[in-house]
């Protein structure tokens, strides 16, 4: 096996093997959250697109993508990784823990949480309604998208927030499994907006707002039971496994807008299924970055700040304003696949729209910065883990870095975090009270 790299592939492959392993040394085994620290669950999933992912695929012979065989060009991705690891690694250890110190704190009780997380989630369910017409079938993944009122559909300027309001229902949810595991209080209605969200979710075909809304329950109730460390690993070990296999099933009979196909499962075992957890979709993120990086600037040149231009006017109606949306993705793109067909459903790393912005000291200044966030997000954690409404919210955040490392779109990456995350933070702020500073 070992023929099929190169040595310097070899090489590189070894030290981002041995720099994956390192955040694995701030697991405290007298503190459960520092397994959940932001470190951990960014090498976690850098991991599975960067390094897992396509070493299976070149033993597997799986290297062609959209017409491509993206091979040779592996390389590419792996220095950007490389350089994206090294760089949050150095922000996150260069934040000085001192620093900080707590101002306020907020009070919430599970109760509360509870009644603004159902409040939220009655908006977020509302406001979708509105766009896209009052039909069970919304929420059924296994029904057709047919029999909606369409004379209740709003169809004006500002439909798009409508139907990101959907996304209110990720903190909506977590508001209320939260109170729920602490108090035991109102499981049929709590669970009932979840199983709404998820059909939600599932009949839309987007498999990562479904991963942004499970996986911090899933850490949630991991650091809120108390268990034996033996019933903790089996629990991570294989809810990990889980997600993975439920994820290449939706992969696979999803249709976007029309729920589930489950005909597409014709044939497949057990086995297939577990061999695509490495191969899905998702995975071929990491060829079109590798792809992306070989041809910029020789083929497609930096496009430097636009991208921030972008999202200052991603939030104004089209009606407004004809904001091209995805236009530079789009562009460098086609320079790569040659063909507009090819382009749609394609996407890059993080790091890979850095370097489209300013090459590798784009990688470098993204990774560090993202690193100085992740380390505060933490040291904010550590201050603020005795209220109730801290884990709900720190949660969101670290699952938050999946969307960013798999999605290198500013654009979509600050709507998403708009709509999912900031009513939770709004919610923090407004809540909370000052109190004598005190150092940690």
């Known amino acids: 096996m070992i023929n099929n790299f190169t040595n310097i592939e070899i090489i590189i492959l ?19 959250l520092s397994i959940v620290n932001p470190l951990i ?10 390094f897992i992912s396509p070493v299976f695929r070149i033993f597997t012979n799986d290297t062609i993508d959209r017409g491509i065989d993206f091979r040779d060009l592996f390389i ?24 900080f110190k707590k101002y306020r704190v907020c009070n919430l009780s599970s109760n509360q949480l509870w009644d603004i997380g159902f409040w939220i989630n009655n908006v977020g369910i509302f406001g979708y309604l509105l766009v896209a017409g009052i039909s069970i079938a919304i929420f059924n993944p296994f029904m057709k998208l047919t029999g909606s009122f369409q004379f209740f559909r709003y169809t004006g300027q500002f439909n798009n927030y409508l139907v990101f309001a959907q996304d209110f229902l990720i903190t909506g949810n977590i508001l209320m499994i939260s109170s729920f595991m602490r108090n035991k209080n109102k499981g049929l209605i709590t669970f009932t907006y979840l199983i709404i969200t998820i059909g939600l979710y599932l009949n839309s075909g987007f498999r990562y707002k479904l991963l942004f809304l499970t996986f911090p329950i899933f850490l949630l109730y991991f650091l809120l039971k108390n268990l034996s460390p033996k019933i903790y690993f089996l629990y991570l070990s294989t809810g990990f496994i889980s997600f993975g296999l ?15 196909n489950l005909e597409k499962l014709d044939g497949y075992n057990i086995l297939d299924l577990f061999i695509n957890i490495f191969k899905i979709g998702e995975t071929s993120v990491f060829l079109t970055t590798s792809g992306l990086i070989s041809i910029i600037p020789s083929e497609f040149p930096h ?87 801290a884990l709900p ?48």
């Open 14 to 32: 070894f030290i981002i093997f041995l720099a994956i392993l390192l955040p694995f040394r701030l697991i405290d085994k007298s503190n459960k």
């Open 41 to 50: 669950i960014f090498s976690i999933i850098i991991s599975y697109f960067t």
């Open 76 to 99: 590419y991705g792996w220095v950007g990784s490389l350089v994206l690891i090294i760089s949050t690694y150095i922000g996150y250890f260069s934040t000085n823990c001192k620093s």
């Open 246 to 260: 439920i994820y290449t099933i939706i992969e696979r009979i999803r249709t976007y807008g029309s729920g589930f």
């Open 303 to 389: 496009v430097y700040f636009y991208p921030f231009y972008k999202v200052l006017i991603h939030p104004i109606p089209r009606e407004f304003l004809d904001k091209n949306p995805g236009d530079y993705i789009n562009d460098a793109l086609l320079a790569l696949y040659q063909d507009r067909v090819q382009v749609v459903g394609a996407a890059m790393h993080n790091y890979g729209e850095y370097y489209l912005m300013f090459g590798w000291l784009g990688i470098i200044i993204g990774g560090y910065l993202l690193g100085v966030l992740m380390k505060k997000i933490w040291i904010w954690i550590l201050i603020h883990q005795d209220e109730e409404i």
């Open 393 to 440: 919210l720190y949660l969101l955040n670290i699952s938050y870095l999946y969307i960013i490392i798999s999605r290198g779109y500013l654009p979509q990456q600050f709507q998403l975090y708009a709509f999912a995350i900031l009513p939770i933070t709004i919610t923090y702020i407004i809540n909370r009270k000052k109190i004598k500073t005190n150092k940690i």
